[in-house]
């Protein structure tokens, strides 16, 4: 049996890539994210060349933050009663539109402060839009039976592209100049449309339980509500919520503040050493995602939570008590692929038991807890990394550790599929 297993583990990986809804889902979705990752950069050095100065551009970025985090919830709710195609070709023509007014306002000289303020905004806003869409669109172009490897492959193109956007946006402007990368991001982003525009989406049978929805039409409040109620209500779904949230907590802060902390006040090693554990946590969640959509199957979502959860609490022990720059190095790539292998499962356990008619809602009420706990463990972090690095990662490591303990408490939760 584990030889049949491992001998279709390729095939199962790849079996989406046949299908070519997937194919330009998969395509729009990398460009988007690739635009992402230009955006940031772009956004960047635009700022500190028009003004020099850091504040101005912790701004600049605020401006494109905060709308994309207020308006996830409404970009969810949209998006459940809305085309998720529709929404996704909308943001990203808009994105390129935008992105396509302040490259030309740069290149002539017109470009301000207050319009990458105002286009930053419009920017983040659209974005809530696309995010959710992104996510609840695949059962519509997969079959049920795909959804694990899908997720798998979206995940690769996903983690590639935020690893190559900046990469690529750098050297752009490097070798042009700021606004040209603006003008490369609108191109990505009408391709990115161009892509989903193209996509034949499948009908989706409804599945019970879901919120009712007959009656007279409810607000965008109610409805959203209703969202985060259905999420609530479901222990399961509260669990695994619960559990992304405190990753992202113990992503943010430990990933960040303390992943520069330890390369220049412990392992010595300053950017180079930096750069190291930041690949090493992209490359082992680019493998943890390939190896969980290799292996397919439905195994036991509650216990991957759990052990996704313990896991990254004894690496992150590890992380505040070695000063071994190859074990360090070596107890990341194992988080990264703990982190990348759990992701593809959870995600899919989540778009095969969810309603259609609120299926965004759920992944909008997920996004917006990621989005709030992210600047929260950035401060968390950035205090305890004053004291040493034991008590930033060993504080992270209590947080982890009682979720596990927390979701083993469930059964319903260590029974999921």
């Known amino acids: 049996m584990a030889t049949t297993t491992l001998a279709g583990?390729?095939?199962?990986?790849?079996?989406?890539?046949?299908?070519?809804p997937f194919q330009l889902l998969w395509l729009g979705q990398s460009l988007s994210l690739l635009g992402d990752g230009f955006s940031v950069v772009a956004f960047s050095w635009i700022t500190l060349g028009l003004t020099g100065s850091t504040l101005?551009?912790?701004?600049?970025?605020?401006?494109?933050?905060?709308?994309?985090?207020?308006?996830?919830?409404?970009?969810?709710?949209?998006s459940d009663s809305w085309s998720t195609r529709t929404l996704m070709?909308?943001?990203s023509w808009t994105r390129a539109g935008l992105m396509a007014g302040v490259?030309?306002?740069?290149?002539?000289?017109?470009?301000t402060v207050w319009m990458l303020c105002a286009a930053a905004a419009a920017f983040g806003a659209v974005d809530a839009f696309f995010q959710p869409a992104r996510v609840s669109i695949l059962p519509s172009v997969v079959d049920e039976q795909l959804l694990t490897p899908a997720n798998a492959l979206l995940?690769?193109?996903?983690?590639?592209?935020?690893?190559?956007g900046p990469a690529v946006g750098g050297v752009v402007i490097a070798l042009t100049?700021?606004?040209v990368a603006f003008l490369v991001d609108a191109v990505c982003f009408a391709l990115c449309g161009w892509c989903v525009a193209s996509i034949r989406t499948r009908p989706r049978a409804a599945k019970s339980a879901a919120p009712a929805a007959e009656g007279a039409p409810k607000s965008l409040g109610a409805r959203i509500r209703e969202g985060v109620t259905y999420t609530w209500r479901d222990p399961r779904l509260r669990t695994v919520v619960v559990l992304d949230t405190a990753v992202n907590f113990c992503y943010a802060g430990p990933f960040t503040v303390g992943?520069?902390?330890?390369?220049?006040?412990?392992?010595r090693g300053g950017s180079a050493t930096l750069g190291v554990l930041n690949g090493s946590l992209a490359g082992g969640a680019m493998l943890g995602t390939l190896a969980g959509g290799a292996l397919g199957g439905r195994p036991r979502v509650g216990l991957l939570v759990a052990g996704l959860a313990g896991w990254l609490g004894a690496g992150m022990a590890v992380l505040g008590l070695v000063h071994s720059t190859p074990a360090v190095v070596a107890t990341v790539l194992a988080m990264g692929f703990a982190i990348g292998f759990q992701?593809?499962?959870?995600?899919?356990?989540?778009q095969r038991n969810i309603p259609q008619n609120v299926l965004s809602r759920v992944v909008s009420v997920d996004m917006v807890l990621g989005y709030a706990a992210a600047p929260l463990s950035l401060i968390v972090c950035g205090a305890l990394a004053r004291v040493d690095t034991l008590a930033l990662f060993g504080m992270v490591a209590c947080v982890l550790a009682a979720t596990a303990v927390a979701v083993l408490g469930s059964r319903a939760v260590r029974e999921m599929r």
């Open 56 to 78: 101005t551009l912790g701004y600049v970025l605020a401006f494109q933050a905060v709308p994309r985090a207020l308006l996830t919830l409404v970009g969810g709710t949209l």
């Open 155 to 164: 995940g690769a193109g996903s983690r590639t592209a935020a690893v190559v």
């Open 343 to 350: 992701g593809v499962f959870g995600l899919s356990w989540i």
């Open 177 to 179: 100049r700021a606004p």
């Open 9 to 20: 583990a390729g095939p199962r990986l790849w079996a989406p890539a046949r299908h070519r």
């Open 89 to 91: 070709v909308a943001s």
């Open 103 to 111: 490259g030309l306002a740069g290149l002539t000289g017109h470009l």
């Open 259 to 267: 992943f520069a902390t330890l390369a220049d006040q412990v392992l």
